[in-house]
Nanobody
Framework: QVQLVESGGGLVQPGGSLRLSCAVS????????IAWFRQAPGKAREGVGC????????DVFGTAKGRFTLSRDAAKNTVYLQMNSLEPEDTAVYFC???????????????????WGKGTQVTVSS
């Protein structure tokens, strides 16, 4: 059974950092692309970044570029999203998602993502 579980969200002050985790089960990180998305209140879900199967590469999108990084621990079957220099505009529910084939992960779009976690709330506020 495929499962993705996010954790690590919380309340942080502007300029602070958080590291989100996406623990996966039922499949290997070597076989699938993993993406992070976020959805702020009243806004559409948007892609944050992608890490390729087997750690083949990473990319970060939009306003997260230069502040967020993706990494993985294959032994723990976990993908991480390190978020630095957080801004109030980063407040959102953050989701991880898995893609078997295609390029949705690398384009930061939802359409091809097959399995999703339930999300973790990140609030950036003083």
């Amino acid at each position: 059974q495929v499962q993705l579980v996010e954790s690590g969200g919380g309340l942080v002050q502007p300029g602070g950092s958080l590291r989100l985790s996406c623990a996966v089960s039922g499949f290997s990180l070597d076989d699938y692309n993993i993406a992070w998305f976020r959805q702020a209140p009243g806004k559409a879900r948007e892609g944050v970044g992608c890490i390729g199967r087997g750690g083949s590469g990473t990319d970060v999108f939009g306003t997260a570029k230069g502040r967020f990084t993706l990494s993985r621990d294959a032994a723990k079957n976990t993908v991480y999203l390190q978020m630095n220099s957080l801004e109030p505009e980063d407040t959102a529910v953050y989701f991880c998602a898995m893609e078997t084939y295609g390029s949705s992960c690398w384009r930061g779009v939802e359409s091809g993502m097959e399995y999703w976690g339930k999300g973790t709330q990140v609030t950036v506020s003083s």
